[in-house]
């Protein structure tokens, strides 16, 4: 009895979590005018939305330099400055590409890694909304003691309250929770033994031959 009991407690507040959860995805957008950083990150994704959103963000001034993280090697960088708004010469002069990342664990070593090497401590992040709280996880674990400011892109299907009851929004919403939960560990664990491991960072690179960003994990 104490058992089941116990089965149905971690059960409650593991429910109670999800819906927390969906509140904060569903608290990202609309997003807020941010303030200016040094640069402007965007974790690629599904759709060019987010790549899009970012460069209206450079165009705006609200920051230096942008980094693409997860660029797809096989579309060359003149196809992407075609699907993406913005002048070509501030997409030529300002925007980073980077190739390494296949998930956003990828992504978060990716931008630590050019952070440091251009000297930025203040970041935009531009994602999805129901991928922001997992990227900034891993970002700040990769980066410690940068600033981020999320700016997120809205995902129709979720900002609806009742997303719950249709199946797909359920299972993308409740597939987040858990991969949040389990990076929620992991620098949990990081914290209490006082070890973080340093992970290798793949530089991203401003190369003209770069590709299209779509294969980072949302």
């Not at 974790?43 to 060019?48: D, M, N, R």
């Amino acid at each position: 009895m104490k058992f089941l009991t116990l089965i149905a407690v971690v059960a409650l507040m593991w429910l109670t979590g999800l819906f927390v959860f969906a509140e904060r995805v569903r608290g990202f957008t609309p997003a807020a005018d941010p303030a200016r950083a040094d640069a402007i990150v965007s974790l690629t994704g599904p759709s060019a939305e987010r790549v899009n959103a970012a460069i209206r963000l450079l165009e705006q001034g609200k920051g230096d330099r942008l980094l693409i993280s997860g660029v797809n090697r096989e579309v060359r960088r003149q196809e992407l400055r075609a699907l993406t708004p913005g002048s070509s010469k501030l997409f030529n002069c300002c925007v980073d590409l980077g190739f390494e990342a296949e998930n956003t664990v990828g992504n978060a070593q990716e931008i630590a890694a050019w952070a440091r090497s251009k000297g930025y401590d203040d970041l935009i992040v531009v994602t999805s909304d129901y991928h922001m709280p997992r990227s900034l996880l891993e970002i700040r674990g990769a980066a410690p003691g940068v600033r981020l400011t999320p700016y997120a892109v809205s995902t129709p299907s979720l900002d609806n309250a009742g997303w719950w009851r249709a199946t797909e929004t359920a299972r993308r919403m409740t597939l987040e929770y858990m991969k949040y939960l389990a990076v929620l560990g992991r620098e949990g664990m990081h914290r209490l033994t006082g070890r973080h491991p340093e992970r290798p960072g793949p530089t991203a690179e401003a190369d003209a031959d770069a590709s299209e960003p779509n294969k980072a994990a949302a």
